[in-house]
């Protein structure tokens, strides 16, 4: 994991739930001066965290601001490869952007750009991403899996299931389902949006770029008015204000397990999970693509992923790319 020091010690606070750190312990532990300690905790106290002096034993973390810190995150990754390195940002254009320029700088597999807040987020079809400083989930995860560049847009689905799995999880009033191909509705309003680049040679993948944009702590007046009747957050959802931090590891830790399955095994494991998590299968729907508009109802998605519409004069017809109406 590529933590700075400062990160190395919150982790080690972290980790130590409540026991006291002393100063020269934490020297010893990382091969530095107990000022240049102290030096790092004040930084972290600047930030927003806050530690407890125990007299004769140390400092206790006793508080931690609502940050999506990289020393935070990784305290709960189970992951060899997803978000061991981490890049953080406090605001930036859109973290797709920079995902662009570190893959093709050679960013590791499995590399996240994270940020409390975008200025030009990007949806899908270039549409505008509202990213709310500091309340939503706005991060690239950088991928080098070894398929070929017609595979990339089942790994569209491969996140939908890991992100669907992911908040079912930790949230027990919370019921996600997905809409293909890849938005997260609750109770059919959206909650989180996926959007997955390319980088690659005509035979050959060598980046996928997924980018994950989650309304977790948002309440309704932070939205736009014209999202207020089609966006939700989780915290709404759930009726409490959530941790990201723990949200965007568990996502880590789902989506390493589900693109390891889909390498090794293909989209058949994939597909059954998606139509588990599916709200669109079985009911009726509007699709409209480039060409047309087709109305009928969704029977079920290939094993490429491609979803399949019954229209009412029997004939099926396949949609690469739409928008979906329920
Ligand atoms: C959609 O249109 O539903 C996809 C939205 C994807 C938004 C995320 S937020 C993080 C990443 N950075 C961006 O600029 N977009 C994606």
Redesign the pocket.
Same mark, same amino acid.
């Given at each position: 994991m590529n933590l700075t020091l400062k990160d190395e010690i919150l982790k080690r606070f972290l980790s130590a739930n409540g026991e006291p750190l002393s100063g020269q312990q934490l020297g010893e532990e990382f091969g530095i001066s107990r000022t240049a300690i102290w030096k790092h905790m004040q930084t972290l106290q600047d930030e927003g965290y806050t530690f407890d002096t125990i007299k004769k034993k140390g400092y206790v973390l006793v508080a931690t601001p609502d940050r999506v810190d990289p020393a935070r995150i990784s305290n709960y990754l189970a992951t060899n490869r997803l978000g061991q390195s981490i890049h953080y940002f406090e605001d930036c &254009?859109? &973290?797709? &952007?920079i995902?662009h320029e570190l893959a093709r700088n050679e960013a590791v597999d499995g590399t996240v750009i994270i940020?409390e807040s975008?200025s *030009?987020? *990007?949806?899908? /079809?270039a549409?505008h991403?509202e990213?709310t400083k500091g309340k939503?989930?706005? /991060? &690239?995860v950088i991928i080098r899996p070894n398929v070929l560049p017609h595979q990339a847009p089942q790994f569209t689905l491969v996140v939908a299931v890991a992100v669907v799995n992911a908040i079912k999880s930790l949230y027990k009033h919370i019921h996600p389902e997905i809409k293909w191909p890849?938005?997260i509705l609750i109770n059919g309003k *959206?909650c989180?949006?996926?959007?997955t680049e390319m980088i690659a040679e005509i035979d050959q993948v060598q980046a996928l770029l997924i980018?994950?944009?989650?309304n977790v702590n948002q309440q309704s007046s932070d939205f736009p008015e014209e999202l207020q009747n089609t966006a939700t957050s989780l915290s709404i959802e759930e009726n409490e204000s959530l941790d990201r931090a723990i949200l965007i590891a568990t996502i880590l830790n789902y989506l390493e397990k589900y693109t390891d399955l889909y390498v090794q095994h293909g989209f058949s494991p994939i597909k059954i999970l998606w139509e588990e998590a599916s709200g669109t299968i079985g009911k009726r729907i509007r699709a409209t693509t480039l060409r047309e508009v087709i109305e009928g109802l969704a029977i079920g998605i290939t094993e490429d992923g491609i979803l399949e519409i019954q229209l009412d004069n029997g004939e099926i017809k396949r949609v690469y790319s739409a928008d979906i109406e329920l």
């Open positions: &254009t859109s &973290t797709q &952007t995902g940020a975008q *030009k987020g *990007k949806g899908r /079809m549409r991403w990213s939503g989930i706005w /991060m &690239t890849n938005d *959206k989180t949006g996926i959007l980018g994950i944009g989650i």
